[in-house]
């Protein structure tokens, strides 16, 4: 069954894909839940785990509930932190001043301005020592101890020690770290295995990973040698096989070999998915293949990305879908519209939306104030989304980033507190709210300032 969460008259409730009703429009509040549980729900003031059929897993819990990792879910209490299971069991008591997810059997705790680890009953198994202290990856994690950074393993061990002036989790046995004022690599024994001789760097991915020299940027592997030469002025990460560059303030693509496959020519473009990329040039939009051969280019306002062999496209008339032959097949007629999920999209008439097929036939009238197709690509990717504001906040791997309202993410998720969106500056930067601070970073978290 697909469940799709539905709002009418400022309150959320459930119905399937025939557009019958699972639970009614009662709950002040819903999140999506993966690892057995569909759904928190909020009434009365107070939050309340159910499933999908509606019946209560836990009868209530006072003020938080976020998201269930390994099995344990945060929860918080009287302005305190602490943990539940999936029967809503408070297994370990809110008694933190700060509590994060846990990662590979140990969560990371905040207490009278320290971090420690906990192990999944409670017990502390790292003291209360660090300034700062990040998930277990790859079986260490990042510590700050007097604004220096290092690794620690499992023991409580100083594995790496805390002479780093930045750090990043270990991604492919390897992490970035900072040293005055410039980037390198180290492996898991602290040994330096990429020197630090740049002015930025990100994690490695696939035995890629993208660094900055001289105000350019490039490609390196795992032995620092140079893949792709730094020319590029932008970049995205490789999806099926190519990379979106920028170089001249003009957008094209390449392959991990570095060969320009499309080159740079377009005023800008989006990521490749199921075969076809958007670009835009001299003022008109459409989809390029990845010979870079033009298939599609239409007179249209607006056009999306390719999902399930549909995409939207926004004319005079309103919003509509077009296949891959750029044949409209479900007619402009839409003031608004959405990505299909599972072979149904929400579409907007009159201020009100309702739920559509593949066919264009109106599976669900246009009655509601919100819908939302749970299990859709959202939470396909991501472990935690709250729709906020006229953006997504999304959470994976216990770090939050910002999704536009499209669904196109504008800051990966790099920040273990939560972020506000103030504004978007350009295709490579966002401001956004850190710790109560109004702040400019790059699309991959960097603090530019």
Do not use: H
């Not at 019946?55 to 539940?84: H, M, Q, T």
């Not at 933190?96 to 009278?112: H, I, N, P, Q, T």
Request: hydrophobic share 35%; charged share 35%.
């Amino acid at each position: 069954m697909i469940l799709v969460a539905v709002k009418k008259d400022g309150k959320w409730g459930f119905i399937d894909q025939a557009g019958k009703e699972v639970a009614p429009c009662i709950y002040d509040i819903i999140w999506s839940f993966r690892e057995g549980l569909d759904w928190v729900v909020e009434i009365y003031g107070g939050l309340q785990l159910k499933d999908k059929t509606g019946k209560y897993i836990a009868p209530y819990i006072d003020d938080n509930a976020l998201y269930f990792f390994e099995g344990l879910a945060l929860v918080k209490k009287d302005e305190r932190w602490g943990y539940i299971d999936k029967t809503g069991k408070e297994v370990i008591p809110c008694i933190y001043d700060g509590a994060w997810d846990f990662s590979e059997g140990l969560a990371s705790v905040k207490k009278d301005k320290k971090f420690g680890f906990i192990d999944k009953t409670g017990k502390g198994v790292i003291p209360y020592i660090y300034d700062g202290a990040w998930d277990f990856k790859e079986g260490l994690a990042w510590v700050k101890k007097d604004e220096k950074s290092g690794f620690i393993d499992k023991t409580g061990k100083e594995a790496i020690p805390c002479i780093y002036d930045g750090a990043w989790d270990f991604k492919e046995g390897l992490a970035w770290v900072k040293k005055d004022e410039k980037s390198g690599f180290i492996d898991k024994t602290g040994k330096g295995v990429i020197p630090y001789i740049y002015d930025g760097a990100c994690d490695f991915k696939e035995g890629l990973a993208w660094v900055k020299k001289d105000e350019k940027l490039g490609l390196i592997d795992k032995t620092g040698k140079e893949v792709i030469p730094y020319i590029y002025d932008g970049f995205r990460d490789f999806k099926e096989g190519l990379a979106w560059v920028k170089k001249d303030e003009k957008s094209g693509f390449i392959d991990k070999t570095g060969k320009g496959v499309i080159p740079c020519i377009y005023d800008g473009a989006g990521d490749f998915k199921e075969g076809l990329a958007i670009v835009g040039k001299d003022n008109k939009i459409g989809f390029i293949d990845k010979t870079g051969k033009e298939v599609i280019f239409c007179a249209c306002y607006g056009i999306s990305d390719f999902q399930e062999g549909l995409a939207l496209v926004k004319r005079d008339e309103g919003w509509g879908y077009i296949d891959k032959t750029g044949k409209e097949v479900i007619p402009c007629i839409y003031d608004g519209a959405s990505y299909f999920c599972k072979g149904l999209s929400w579409v907007k008439k009159d201020e009100k939306l309702g739920l559509i097929d593949k066919t264009g036939k109106e599976i669900v009238s246009c009655i509601y104030d919100d819908i939302l197709v749970l299990g859709d690509t959202i939470s396909d990717i991501y472990d935690q989304f709250i729709y906020y504001k006229g953006y997504v906040k999304v959470k994976k791997d216990g770090k939050w980033g910002l999704l536009d309202d499209e669904d196109n993410e504008i800051l990966k998720p790099a920040f273990y507190d939560e972020v506000e969106l103030v504004k978007v500056l350009s295709d490579d930067y966002v401001k956004i709210i850190l710790d109560g601070r109004e702040t400019i970073v790059d699309k991959n978290g960097k603090i530019i300032s």
